[in-house]
């Protein structure tokens, strides 16, 4: 076999790995997108489950066996690569499929919307994690930066090849402005779902530490910005060559255990509670209908929420039927093309 096969077969069996294990990704009494009583996913639920792997599965078996007899890509045909991309399609719509048939049952058992609402007497901290100092850290490693080049620049090659030497560090604080403006809108515009207790202290740290991963990837990206343009000036084209890796590895290791935690502790961290102590509530908040194409998007003209819960998967998605959603939206993707086209 090649190695696009090979390849072929990873995506195939990545791709099985990751819907096989989707219905962990939620709440205790959330199952493929619905809330549902806790009895029934200890029960019932566990059998429209092992139905939904199974055709899962089934459908990633039959990719696989179609991949061992598909001609290998030639360099002058695209006949074989779209093959390839065809098997993995096919394999995505059967795993839609299943989840949205799973779906569709999980509804017949959903728990009727309650119209009672509860607040907490105690305001939430919507804070972000370590400090003003803290978050401010990514402009002040590109202002460092951007003062180093500033002091070496008539060392600095320029020319319509080279492009403007500041323009990079620009581009990397307008890519940190919205990553903050990320975390900060999901710090004070998220939904709060428990009003107290220990149900509230784990909601809680399940916010922050989410609100903590765009802060991370502004720090990731500050440095990787800055240690491009420093390379970028003759006396210190050496210095940093290969080192940056070293600070930009323990970023990617605290995202990569970041995820495994919230993995197991589940979305807003209720999964690593006793069932006694969040017996009071009910789902994510968030009514069930509000939730379309099987609980991908949610749309809800009446919730002020920004942020809200993903049913599925980890972290947390828009409300899209917020129109302050849509501004943030437009934001984060003019302004970078916008800025793009300026600075470059």
């Known amino acids: 076999m090649t190695s696009t096969v090979w390849a072929l077969m990873l995506m195939v069996t990545v791709n099985a790995l990751l819907f096989h294990f989707m219905p962990r990704f939620s709440r205790p009494d959330i199952l493929f997108a619905v809330t549902v009583p806790e009895a029934f996913v200890a029960g019932a639920g566990r059998t429209l489950v ?3 792997r199974a ?7 039959a990719a696989l066996a179609i991949s061992l007899f598909l001609p290998a890509p030639q360099p002058d045909s695209g006949r074989g690569a779209m093959l390839m991309m065809g098997v993995v399609a096919a394999n995505m719509v059967v795993a839609l499929t299943a989840w949205l048939l799973a779906h569709r049952k999980a509804r017949a058992h959903a728990v009727p919307p309650s119209d009672v609402r509860v607040a907490s007497l105690v305001a939430r901290d919507t804070s972000l994690p370590g400090g003003a100092l803290f978050v401010a850290g990514p402009f002040a490693i590109l202002l460092a930066t951007a003062l180093l080049l500033y002091t070496y620049r008539d060392d600095v090659a320029r020319g319509p090849d080279t492009g403007n030497p500041f323009g990079l560090l620009a581009f990397g604080a307008v ?3 919205i990553m903050l403006t990320m975390a900060v809108t ?4 998220s939904r709060q779902i428990a009003a107290d207790g220990p149900a509230a202290a784990a ?4 916010r922050r530490v989410n609100v903590l991963i765009p802060v991370l990837v502004g720090y990731a990206a500050a440095i990787s910005m800055s240690a491009t343009t420093i390379e970028s000036i003759p006396a210190f084209a050496d210095t940093l060559s290969g080192r940056a890796g070293f600070v930009l590895l323990p970023l990617m290791l605290l995202n990569f255990g970041v995820t495994f935690w919230m993995f197991r502790v589940g979305q807003g961290g209720q999964r690593a509670l006793a069932p006694a102590a969040r017996q009071e509530v009910h789902g994510d908040a968030t009514p069930d209908r509000a939730w379309k194409v099987g609980g991908l ?4 003209p009446r919730d002020p929420a920004i942020w809200v819960e993903k049913r599925f998967g980890i972290g947390y ?3 899209f039927g917020n129109w302050r959603a849509w501004v943030l939206i437009i934001v984060m993707m003019l302004v970078p093309m916008v800025a793009s086209r300026l600075l470059f």
């Open 55 to 61: 055709m899962v599965w089934i459908g990633a078996a």
């Open 203 to 206: 909601e809680q740290r399940f």
């Open 297 to 300: 998007w949610y749309y809800n």
């Open 175 to 177: 890519f940190v402005a």
């Open 317 to 319: 998605t828009l409300n």
């Open 186 to 189: 999901m710090a004070r515009q």
């Open 50 to 52: 092992s139905r939904y």
